[in-house]
């Protein structure tokens, strides 16, 4: 949203398109970091107000303002005071220097930063959360900021969007994934659906066989399948996976989580679906197990904000290395997996749940670096998110471990981390994320509205 006056026209006749053509200039530079929609500029209380409803009637992640020249904030107070979306100030102008060239126009073409101020005041005023980028636009380092910033609103918007299904129930005595769902609701967005598990069993039985071959035949080009595994197991895991997802899709699900006891106290089920949890990370769902749905919201931001969020748990401390043993039962996003390795469909048992062998989506997690985070409920309406960087190592196999699993080395040490981790409440299931991504989290925690905590 371009911000200027009026009165500039009678001065400077073709301001107003001049200034137009820069905000377009500075979406066309963000190209491959943020898609912007630029409508025309807002001079008056009115433009600024109907390009407010138009932001949110597209279903917009964020808006980004910047000033075309100054502009009285009064225009704009009402505006962006009910804003429903993220904000972000762009404390830019056109031309990067001042030269002894500049004249009136050039002062009048590059005079946004008192409009930053004067609107920044409005906002501050107003109690409305905005993220300020003040650099070069045609530099890196805006590209940078404004696409961090725009990671995080568009993490933000889908998290308000998102419904959370839970598949039977939390599990019993597990403290640290209770919450608050109407809090949850008011705070970041995600609304709560049970389904029952019959359901999922009806849903099973109603699909066509081709949809299972042909789930079964791609499997056969994605993974090396264990020749162990019987037509009728990964027949019973396929249904098991087409029916989540027909589900997930039918009700406008995000994100879901599932619960051992749940499945097996059904009675109906003959095995768990583990390597439909695999898979359907793999597609973009968030997931988690156990019923916990502040780790399946986790790994549905973890997917939005820095791609391919791996659910997992910190299994063991490895003291030797410095790292921690990264797993769960046998769910885990085998996007990423390591790329010398392939991912390998396994018959497993397992005797958590009391069925049948599970098949299970086996990999080790790619070395690197990476982020975890937790999302963590501190009662009522507060929430935090406690994160830690480090580096998965390149390290040894451990043959007998029939799961997802990797070593994470934290960057503060295994007992720094793990003391201030502690400390800060962070919970036992977090969701994993390739590469660097706190300054990503932080971002989302800001404009979110909870805490964040590095550790």
Known sequence: MGIMQELYDAMLPGITERQAAYAEEVAAQLAGVAECTVP????????????????????????????????????????????????????????????PAWDMADMTYNQGIHGAQDTANAMVRAGVPFEVVTAEWRGAEFRERVGRWARAAHTVTALRRLRVGVVGYAMNGMGDARFDEAALLRVLGPEVEVIAPGELYRTMTGLPPSEVEELMAAEDELFDVDPRLAKEERTDHARMQLAIERLLVERGIGAYSTHFDAIAEDGRFARLPMAAASALMAKGYGFAGEGDVLAAVAVHAGHRLAGDGHFTEMYAMDFPTDSILMSHMGEGNWRVGRPDERVRLVKRPLGIGGLDDPPTLLFRIRPGPATLASLVSLGGERFRLVVAEGEVLDSPELPALEMPYGQFRPDSGVRGCMDAWLRAGGTHHMVLNLGRHAADWEAFCALAGIEFHQV
């Open 40 to 99: 025309a500029p807002v001079r008056t209380r009115a433009d600024a107000e109907r390009t407010v409803r138009a932001f949110e009637e597209q279903d917009l992640d964020g808006v980004l303002v910047i000033m075309l020249t100054y502009a009285p904030s009064l225009r704009v107070t009402r505006a962006l005071a009910g804003l429903r979306l993220p904000v972000c100030l762009a404390n830019i102008q056109p031309d990067p220097a001042v030269t």
